[in-house]
């Protein structure tokens, strides 16, 4: 069956970074493009990054030009380098195909804070 794991978050200070990482099986991992996802309480998850296979990044406007994303499909594994994080980052990090699975993995918890 799909897994998902995502590691990697944190608490940080404006202006510092993470990365991401999350490893899938149970899938075709070279084929799907892969997105990550975040969700803060009470809002809906949004998508601020996506990757095809092979291809370029995708990102939301709001994390444009701070985040990368990419992929290892040798290790069926898609990474977020955030970079420059604001207290608006600050959210449950998930990873997922686009469109998504129907299962989520637990997602990684990312705090921005000083």
């Known amino acids: 069956q799909v897994q998902l794991v995502e590691s990697g978050g944190g608490l940080v200070q404006p202006g510092e970074s993470l990365t991401l990482s999350c490893v899938a099986s149970g899938i075709i991992f070279n084929i799907n493009t892969m997105g990550w996802y975040r969700q803060v309480p009470g809002k809906q998850r949004e998508l601020v990054a996506n990757?095809?296979?092979?291809?370029?990044?995708n990102y939301a406007d709001s994390v444009k030009g701070r985040f990368t994303i990419s992929r290892d499909n040798a290790r069926k594994t898609v990474y977020l380098q955030m970079n420059s994080l604001k207290p608006e980052d600050t959210a449950v990090y998930y990873c997922n195909a686009i469109p998504p699975f129907g299962l989520w993995g637990q997602g990684t918890q990312v705090t921005v804070s000083s």
């Open positions: 990757i095809a296979s092979g291809g370029r990044g």
